[in-house]
Structures are given as structure tokens and as C-alpha cells.
């Protein structure tokens, strides 16, 4: 078969596919002499939302093909979505892979017309972060990986280090993912503040908290604030989907898998993402243990992880700025900002912005985890609904103050006592 057009594989013709790519081939020693072709496996293991991921492997090597089909995979054919998506993950790898190598899987083939990217295989004992924070795992390294990833690439594709004109080139790669976009803006920042058939949560214990999001004048203010940020601001290539399903941990080991949602938008939509989806592992601790004590300890790492993950991030990335602030970046010409104090109070400005832009996209996208189409496994592992709900309510009640009052928030450690008195 030569895969000259689109065609939905499955586990048999994946490895037809394989078989008819050099470079697969070769990965796989497949020409070599022995039984490697023979001895193929092929295994469906995608768990996300959205496409198929098969894990093809022999007795030398494992390959993972993830393939986007013109939907989403969790709700079927009636919820179109361009499989083009695959060419924007395809890119965003390759670019965050040259930012950022220890923390992003090596591709090895993309093909636009088969949607369809070959990657290296994350091993066991890689698992995917939400998992391991719902078993209660700690990684004592996440957070200066994490702080290094989002550092790295979201100061290297900003205007801090590109000149205005490469900016705009820039951005003009990846301003095809518009669609992709446009559903993170329907899921995010408009559906949980409305009634839509899509919307659900655990009924009917947050029934009356769900309406009161679509009544709440203040919060619906601020998500219209966030919503523009995402829509107009193109600072800095983000990976946009940077929960803790896109994120697979070892002891030693961070990897971020997934940026098929990526393009220049506000930074702090990856931060707030991954913060936010911290906290929500922080609320559904008690859901998930008989006596709320059994995870006391777990609760305080995933509050100093909430914090050292900004607090390094925080340094990295100024850390970045001062190395290259008389590199090409426009943002602060030297010329203009030519004295230690308008460098301070230039930084200081950015970064609190910048947190308090984390800090209302995070609370948003734990809202829409909580009321919005696509829940967490945080949560709906917890079997018995009051519970969840229980649990639930308490994230839900901390995004909205979050998102109401985020520019009253001067640091992380104000946040993590917040976050202790719900
Ligand atoms: P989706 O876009 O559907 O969310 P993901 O890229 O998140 O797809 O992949 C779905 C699942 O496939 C992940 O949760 C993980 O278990 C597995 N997976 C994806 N990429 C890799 C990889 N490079 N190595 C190992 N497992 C992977
Ligand atoms: C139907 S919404 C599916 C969600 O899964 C992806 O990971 C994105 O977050 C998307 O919004
Ligand atoms: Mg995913
Ligand atoms: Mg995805």
C-alpha cells in the first residue's frame, strides 16, 4: 500500500505504513537480516482526547505514530476538527526539541498527508504526570524541569530574543492552527459560562454552582479580558494544552508530549495551565483516599511544586533575559533602556503581569474542567459523587476567586495560603 492519499490506520496497516518509510525502517532495523520485520507488535494506546497513538515495536526498538483524524476522538465525527492539527504538533516539537532537547520527544517523520508524526517512545517507567499524581508520586526533579521547559521556550520565541520582523515570521508559521484555537476559545472562555449541550459536572450537587458561573457578572468580566489576551496576544510560541496529561515523568525524567494546540499566544496560558492543573490534583487528593490523611505529606509536595515551579521559572527566565538583553530582542532596545533601574523596573513589570496572566488562565482552565466538556481523571476517578463534588467545589471556589482577584496576588506563596484555606 503507498499512502498516497489520507487513510485512518489501524494496527495492521501501521506496520504496512512503517514498512514503506525508510527512516521507520531503518529505526526499526527492518532490512536488516533476522526476523525484525516478522516480529512486529502493534499496540492502540492512545488515552487522550483527541487522536490515535499506536506503539509499534520489535525486538530492537519502539516507535510511537500518533495520527490525527478529522475529529475528536472523544466525542466521534460530530464534533469536526481539522486534522491539520498534526502539522502544527509536528512543528512545535521540532521547535521546542531545538529549545529545549532533554524535555520534548525526537521526531523522526511527519507526514502532512497521512497526518501522521513518528516520535520516539517514552519507556516505562514513564507515565503520563496526572496518573502519577493520582497515585500519589512524587518527582522531586518536575519542577526545575518544567521551570527549564517553559523558561527556554517561551523566552526564546518572545520578543525578548527575535528581532520584531523574525517575530512576525514567527508567528506567521503557526497561525494556520486557528481552528484549534478557536476551540480552546469555545471550550475555555465561553462554554462554561453558558449553557451549551456540551457542558456537564456533577449533578445535582454542583448543579446551583454551575448556574451561578453563568449569573457571576465579575467572573464573566475577567474571562472576557483572558479570552482577547488569548485571541490577540502573540507572545511567544506556547505549547497550549499544557496540563498534566501532557507532561510524562520519570525520577529523572520530565518529557512534554502534545503541542498540537500551539501558536504565539499570551505565555501565561502555559503556565496558568500547568499550575492550575497542579491545583486541581491538589483538591482531588481527599476524593482519592478513605482518610484525607493518608495524602497529607502528598498535598505539601504538590504545594511546594506549585511553587518552585514558578519561583524557578521565574529566575530561569530572567536569568535568560539579562544573558541576552544586548542580543537582538526589540522589545527593550538597549539604547532606550540604557540604566540598571529602568532594567529592574522593566523586568519587575513584565513578570508580575505575567503572573497575574498565569494565574487567571490557570483558574480558567480549572473552571472548564470542572463545568466544561472535557473533565480530569483527578476527578472522575473519584467514585462516589459527593465526594467529588465535595472536592470539586473547593477548586472550583479557589479558580473563581483566583480569576476575580489574581491582581490583588503578589507572589506564589500568597497563592499556595490561599489555596490551604479552601
Ligand atoms: P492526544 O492528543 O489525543 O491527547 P497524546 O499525544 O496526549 O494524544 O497521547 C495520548 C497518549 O499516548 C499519552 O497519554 C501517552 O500515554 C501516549 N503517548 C503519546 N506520546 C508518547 C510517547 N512519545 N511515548 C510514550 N507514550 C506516548
Ligand atoms: C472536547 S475538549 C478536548 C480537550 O482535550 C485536549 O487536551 C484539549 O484540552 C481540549 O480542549
Ligand atoms: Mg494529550
Ligand atoms: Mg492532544
Redesign the pocket.
Known amino acids: 500500500m503507498a499512502f498516497l492519499e489520507f487513510t485512518r490506520l489501524d494496527e495492521r496497516s501501521v506496520i504496512e505504513y512503517v514498512k514503506s518509510v525508510a527512516a521507520l525502517s531503518s529505526i526499526l532495523k527492518l532490512d536488516d537480516e533476522g526476523d525484525a520485520a516478522e516480529k512486529l507488535t502493534v499496540k492502540e494506546?492512545?488515552?487522550?482526547?483527541?487522536?490515535f497513538?499506536f506503539l509499534v515495536t520489535n525486538s530492537v526498538h519502539s516507535v510511537?505514530m500518533?495520527q490525527s483524524l478529522p475529529y475528536i476522538?472523544c466525542i466521534g465525527e460530530s464534533w469536526p476538527l481539522t486534522k491539520d492539527r498534526a502539522y502544527f504538533e509536528a512543528m512545535a516539537l521540532e521547535e521546542q526539541g531545538r529549545i529545549a532537547p532533554h524535555h520534548v520527544?525526537q521526531v523522526y517523520h511527519f507526514d502532512p498527508t497521512m497526518s501522521l508524526i513518528a516520535?520516539?517512545?517514552?519507556p516505562p517507567p514513564?507515565i503520563?504526570l496526572r496518573k502519577a499524581l493520582i497515585a500519589g508520586i512524587q518527582y522531586p526533579l518536575l519542577a526545575r524541569h518544567i521551570a527549564h521547559f517553559m523558561a527556554n521556550t517561551l523566552f526564546f520565541t518572545s520578543l525578548l530574543f527575535h528581532s520584531t520582523l523574525d517575530h512576525k515570521r514567527q508567528v506567521a508559521k503557526f497561525c494556520g492552527n486557528a481552528a484549534l484555537c478557536r476551540h480552546t476559545e469555545q471550550v475555555v472562555f465561553s462554554d462554561p459560562y453558558q449553557i451549551s449541550q456540551y457542558n456537564h459536572w456533577t449533578s445535582p450537587y454542583l448543579d446551583p454552582d454551575a448556574e451561578a458561573l453563568r449569573h457571576d457578572n465579575l467572573l464573566k468580566l475577567e474571562i472576557a479580558i483572558l479570552k482577547s489576551k488569548f485571541s490577540e496576544q502573540a507572545q511567544a510560541l506556547i505549547h497550549g494544552d499544557l496540563h498534566t496529561?501532557?507532561v510524562?515523568v520519570t525520577p529523572e525524567s520530565t518529557q512534554v508530549?502534545?503541542p498540537?494546540f500551539a501558536f504565539y499566544g499570551p505565555m501565561g496560558y502555559d503556565i496558568g495551565a500547568f499550575l492550575g492543573n497542579l491545583m486541581l490534583a491538589f483538591f482531588a487528593q481527599d476524593g482519592l483516599v478513605d482518610q484525607p490523611d493518608h495524602r497529607k505529606a502528598y498535598k505539601e509536595w504538590i504545594l511546594e511544586t506549585i511553587e518552585d515551579t514558578w519561583n524557578l521559572f521565574y529566575k530561569n527566565f530572567v536569568a535568560l533575559w539579562d544573558e541576552h538583553r544586548n542580543g537582538a530582542g526589540e522589545a527593550y532596545l538597549p539604547a532606550v533602556y540604557n540604566n540598571p533601574e529602568v532594567q529592574l523596573l522593566a523586568q519587575k513589570r513584565y513578570m508580575a503581569e505575567l503572573f497575574h496572566d498565569s494565574l487567571g488562565f490557570g483558574a480558567a482552565k480549572m473552571i472548564r474542567r470542572i463545568v466544561g466538556v472535557a473533565h480530569v481523571e483527578d476527578f472522575e476517578s473519584i467514585t462516589d459523587a459527593a465526594k467529588r463534588a465535595s472536592c470539586e467545589r473547593k477548586a472550583l471556589n479557589l479558580a473563581k476567586m483566583l480569576l476575580k482577584d489574581r491582581a490583588k496576588f503578589e507572589g506564589i506563596a500568597q497563592i499556595v495560603s490561599a489555596i490551604r484555606q479552601f
Open positions: 494506546i492512545g488515552d487522550g482526547n483527541l487522536n497513538v510511537i500518533k476522538r520527544p516520535m520516539r517512545y517514552l514513564h503520563i496529561s501532557s510524562m508530549i502534545d498540537e
